[in-house]
């Protein structure tokens, strides 16, 4: 990315974080449940690059809203991913020991915390957004809703679901992976691009856009990290390489081969950028639209 550009997506980065802490503390309510609240910070602090709350923020700027207005939606959608990770990395799931170089939460503090830290992200990123003292309640209710569709059944977790169900097929189709992926890894971006443009009251027009570039987007992102589990390094992306070809998951590059998938991933990439097209000032997004598609973790 350029220097600039970099700059400004670890300064929306930062606020985020700061955000995030001040929702998640112990309080007189939460004395009794230090660990609860402990197990939350962890795998908050995890790290990550925030991508869904940088898309929220930025998709509201070029909508021609403030931080301000995105910044509970921000912090919302990504309380939403990291009860998503915790869970994936549960035993019943995909027992992963490790995440971004770290035990994962359940290594850490045990699995029923863990599950349970996981189900309190999930409650506390509706209630964030419902406390929030700027938002219209119409506002309010707009950006719950697009959490929940992209949090559930149809969205986030049922991708989940199907993603398990497939670990016992060999004959999934290209076209039931996109919907898996589409479901479990697209929804949630998705939903940044559409909290940011709705929290700035951007209209119907702007928020289809943004929908359709997040759509894009979150295939392409599902696209590479089925290339990384390839061609990544283990201590780059701080858990094992080449898992999901000896537990003999279905990925892109065992459905295409490496290079049509990154042909694909690619085609997308361009596809997404175009779309921002239709936005001013969209360089910073552009820039970081491309840097995913050759990130190393």
């Known amino acids: 990315m350029e220097a600039k550009h970099e700059a400004h997506l670890h300064a929306l980065a930062t606020a985020v974080e700061q955000q995030l802490m001040t929702y998640v503390q112990v309080t007189s309510k939460t004395a ?13 602090e995890a790290g990550g690059k925030r991508i869904r709350p940088v898309l929220t923020l930025e998709f509201c700027r070029l909508c021609g809203g403030t931080q301000q207005q995105a910044m509970t939606a921000a912090c919302a959608i990504e309380m939403i991913h ?21 035990p994962s939460c359940h290594k850490q ?20 957004v419902l406390n929030d003292p700027t938002l219209e309640a119409e506002t309010k209710v707009a950006l719950l809703r697009i959490l929940a569709e992209a949090a559930g059944a149809a969205g986030m977790i049922g991708g989940q679901v199907m993603d398990m169900a497939f670990e016992t097929r060999g004959d999934v189709t290209l076209e039931e992976q996109e919907a898996m992926c589409a479901a479990k890894t697209g929804a ?27 759509e894009k987007l979150g295939l392409a992102f599902q696209i590479v990290d089925d290339l990384l589990d390839v061609t990544g390094s283990t201590d780059v992306l701080g858990k094992p390489v080449g898992s ?8 892109f590059v065992s459905l ?18 175009q779309i921002l097209q239709h936005f001013p000032d969209h360089m910073f997004l552009m820039d970081l639209t491309n840097m995913l598609l050759v990130r190393e973790k």
Do not use: W
């Open 109 to 128: 503090f045990g699995h029923a915390v863990a599950l349970q830290a996981g189900d309190a992200l999930s409650v506390a990123a509706f209630e964030v």
């Open 244 to 251: 999901d070809a000896q537990e003999g998951k279905t990925t």
């Open 188 to 214: 949630l971006i998705r939903a940044a691009c559409k909290l940011g443009s709705t929290a700035a009251s951007g209209t119907p027009e702007q928020i289809a856009l943004a929908d359709q570039y997040g």
């Open 82 to 102: 990291t009860f998503s990770l915790i869970h994936d990395d549960l035993p019943e799931m995909d027992n992963d020991d490790y995440r971004r170089g770290k």
């Open 256 to 273: 295409l081969d490496l290079e049509q998938t990154k042909r694909r991933a690619s085609k997308l990439t361009e596809e997404a950028n």
């Open 32 to 44: 009794r449940q230090e660990q609860l609240i402990q197990a939350m910070r962890y795998s908050l």
